[in-house]
């Protein structure tokens, strides 16, 4: 097992890919701090996690507050006596035209996306400081880090950021031996994406966005996720690996 006596921090745990995040990392022998705003859907995965004969606990976090931030993380790393690798998961999406997308919800976006991702690595990053621990970051990008699509200027904005700050992240944390990589996910069928699933034609729509004509599941995320987390990444710093069924590798025509 490849996480054996390593403890995994999640934001946004208690959703899609978070929660398959986790079930994936207790699988190979981590301890999972199951964080998310949501609190009773996070008890839920700890459970599930727990029931399956893995290690967990659940935990109350809001990304955006820096203080309880600080606060959940100490608190996981009593609880478990460790923490290995950070998982900045947590996201919001709008789908508005941008010229009616109000300020609010750009800040909230950009709020939970963008600074809700720094403050959990940058707490993260100070522990493994303190700590002396070889840690691990790995962030939720997307596809639309790399490319737009309609209606969405706040998440497209706020995803792209989360490619640049990946980078300048690794490059600033490679000397306290901190890696850091993002995960760029095409259409995953989750809570966040359901409502494309509601009807043919929208669901056909989003399977030929992709090369592979499909969307893609929970755990082709969480697989990609454990591997950059991983010792057989020991050498990956810096990269947005983008898993998307060849969404972005061209357009077909
Ligand atoms: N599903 C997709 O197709 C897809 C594609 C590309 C990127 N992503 C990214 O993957 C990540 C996870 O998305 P998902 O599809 O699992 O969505 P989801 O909605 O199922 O899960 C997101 C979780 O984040 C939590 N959350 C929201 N605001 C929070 C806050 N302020 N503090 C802490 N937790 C908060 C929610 O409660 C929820 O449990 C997001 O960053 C999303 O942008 C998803």
Redesign the pocket.
Known sequence: MRFTNKTVFI??A?????RQTGLSFAKEGANVAVS???FE?AERVANEIKSAGGIAESFK????NQNETIETMNNAYKHFGGLDVAFC?????EIVSPLELSIEEWRKVID??VT?VFITAQTFAKHCIKEKIKGNIVI?S??LSVTAAPNRCAYTSSKHATAGMTKQLAIDLAKYDIRVNAVG?G??R????ERYFQDEEASQKVRNLHAMKRWGEPNEISSAVLYLASEEASFCTGTNLIVDGGWTAGKDW
């Open positions: 934001t946004g208690a959703g899609g890919i978070g998310d705003l949501d859907m976090l809001d990304v955006t998961n947590a996201g919001i999406r939970i996306n809700g939720t997307s596809t996910p259409v995953i989750t809570p966040l994406t």
